[in-house]
């Protein structure tokens, strides 16, 4: 199993080009997530998805999208990139949570994307 | 509404010593599950423990151990005769059942670094 994935490692972007940064997962786990890692702020997440075709937004979800089509996939859009969206974006998957303290819901990460914005 | 503090924001300790990473949460729900990553300076963030809210056993694991207590609403961490592969950057976080898609809540992370 190659667990999480992220495409691509790096980026540099300039202000106002797009860009999708993809997600995979081979673990068949209903959860992804997005976050995002600022100095200092440890991780914040911008959107999460609890199923194939669902997508909802976290903490900061402002200038992203995101795209759940595939069970495996989520896909995070930048329409227009800005300086401010410069951080390390890391993906995450887990199981589906029944609240039954015996459950897994252990959420695992991907290696992150390093992005530059200019 | 849920919140993680880590108090610590760096730690540094000389090899062999043990250290106690501190973590304090917030939470209204009784149900809930805290957690404990790693990243090392690689970059990936690595999972250490899950703990649910109704087992409130300390747990040890080799040189790692962690104590949770509910009433002081404290998970915190300690290493034992710490290594230098043991710097990185640790965050505790938070998920409880009010919080939809299982998300996690995650403290501001503590930086250890261990030297020779």
């Known amino acids: 199993n190659a667990g999480v994935t992220q495409t691509p490692k790096f980026r540099v972007l300039k202000t106002g080009q797009s860009m999708t940064l993809l997600c995979a997962q081979d673990?068949?786990?209903?959860?992804m997530y997005w976050y995002r890692q600022d100095p200092g702020m440890g991780l914040r997440l911008i959107h999460y998805?609890?199923?194939?075709?669902?997508?909802a937004k976290g903490e900061v979800p402002d200038g992203y999208n995101v795209s759940r089509l595939k069970k495996q996939n989520f896909l995070l859009g930048l329409e227009s990139a800005a300086p401010s969206q410069t951080s390390v974006y890391f993906c995450?998957?887990?199981?589906?949570?029944?609240?039954?303290?015996?459950?897994?819901?252990?959420?695992?990460f991907g290696p992150g994307t390093r992005l530059t914005v200019l | 509404a849920q919140k993680v503090t880590q108090a610590q924001t760096e730690i540094s300790v000389v090899e062999k010593e043990d250290v106690t990473l501190d973590c304090v949460y917030e939470?209204?729900?009784?149900?809930?599950?805290l957690f404990w990553y790693k990243q090392p300076p690689s970059g990936e963030l690595v999972f250490l423990i899950r703990?649910?809210?109704?087992?409130?056993q300390n747990e040890i694991s080799g040189r790692y151990s962690w104590n949770f207590q509910k009433s002081t609403s404290s998970f915190n961490f300690t290493i034992t005769a710490s290594q230098v592969v043991d710097s990185a950057v640790y965050f505790c976080?938070?998920?409880?059942?009010?919080?939809?898609?299982?998300?996690?809540?995650f403290g501001e992370g503590t930086q250890l670094t261990v030297n020779p």
């Open positions: 995450a998957s887990s199981q589906r949570l029944d609240w039954d303290p015996r459950s897994t819901d252990t959420q695992y």
């Open positions: 673990m068949n786990h209903e959860y």
């Open positions: 998805s609890v199923g194939e075709g669902t997508t």
């Open positions: 939470t209204r729900d009784t149900t809930y599950y």
């Open positions: 703990r649910n809210s109704f087992d409130e």
């Open positions: 976080a938070l998920s409880d059942s009010e919080t939809s898609g299982s998300r996690l809540t």
